[in-house]
């Protein structure tokens, strides 16, 4: 199973969940799992943000090595899972890929529990915005991707 998470530019949330939801589905016993992420924006090669790269090191992840890449159709077509952080992507996804084969839900979908909400708000972009925020995303991130893969494993 792929599950692809993505964000506008691949460089902040998305690096940070798609990381994190490695690390628990490796935990948790689910080798099959391939987890990737992309951006919306079509930004290729850029690093990870200082600030989510510090803030996944506080807590014991290396985001040192992402490079950020667009979000193309292959993506799609291979996912079975699509993760999204704003309402904005899944309608760019719905826009640009409508035919995906994947199913398509908000990261905050799973804020309250491992079977997905039917509506869930944004998770708001913490770029340009100070390390605290970004700490207090990747909480937010955990939390989702901790009933994300409950939802994987046992759903």
């Known amino acids: 199973m792929k599950v692809l998470v993505i ?3 691949n460089i902040c949330r998305s690096p940070m ?3 994190y939801l490695r690390a628990r589905a490796a935990q948790s016993g689910l080798a099959h799992l391939v987890v990737d ?3 919306t924006l079509g930004i ?3 690093p990870a943000s200082a600030e989510a790269v510090a803030v996944m090191a506080e807590a014991g992840y290396d985001l040192s090595a992402h490079r950020s890449r ?3 159709y292959t993506d799609l077509r291979s996912s079975d899972l699509v993760i ?9 996804l719905a826009e640009n890929y409508p035919e995906g ?3 398509r839900l908000l990261l905050r979908a799973f804020e309250k529990s491992p079977q997905p909400a039917r509506s ?3 998770l708001e972009d913490p770029i340009t915005r100070p390390i605290e925020f970004y700490r207090e995303t990747f909480e937010r991130i955990r939390h989702c991707v901790d009933h994300l893969t409950l939802h994987l494993k046992h759903g």
């Open 7 to 9: 964000c506008s530019g």
């Open 17 to 19: 969940a798609a990381e």
């Open 37 to 39: 992420s992309a951006g």
């Open 44 to 46: 290729e090669g850029r």
């Open 70 to 72: 667009g979000l193309a």
């Open 84 to 92: 999204g952080m704003s309402s904005g992507h899944l309608e760019h």
């Open 101 to 103: 084969r994947d199913e």
């Open 120 to 122: 869930a708000p944004d």
